[in-house]
């Protein structure tokens, strides 16, 4: 893994938000932490994120709305957004897909798993 890979964390549940960023800096990533849909936006266009992890249901923008804002910037085009929720709807599932998330992770998650599709979204050449 590359050292000072930058994982973006948009998540507004405390308790998941400890637990991510203890999980991503044990594996050596380091963790930007925004706590709603618009400090999550301010911390994408301004950290230079290697890899977004974003909540839908955040105060303020929705994942949704943050996926769609982030895939407008030629500098964030080809930042991989992974999508980690509670929502388990096919057509939520579908929709994050479609608004432009490269996965989608349901919640509870296992940890391991999370970390391998961190990896192959990392890993994936990016053209």
Do not use: C, W
Request: aromatic share 6%.
């Amino acid at each position: 893994m590359m050292q000072g890979t930058r994982i973006l964390v948009a998540e507004d549940d405390p308790v998941t938000v400890r637990f991510l960023q203890s999980l991503l800096e044990e594996h050596g990533f380091e963790v930007l932490v925004a706590e709603d849909g618009r400090h999550a936006y301010e911390l994408a266009t301004s950290g230079s994120p290697d890899l977004i992890i974003s909540d839908l249901v955040m105060p303020y923008r929705d994942g949704f709305g943050l996926i769609r804002a982030l895939r407008t910037l030629e500098e964030l085009t080809r930042v991989p957004i992974i999508i980690l929720s509670m929502k388990d709807r096919e057509a939520d599932i579908v929709r994050g897909l479609e608004e432009g998330a490269d996965d989608y992770v349901v919640k509870p998650f296992n940890a391991r798993e999370l970390l391998a599709r961190v990896r192959k979204q990392l890993d994936r050449p990016r053209s």
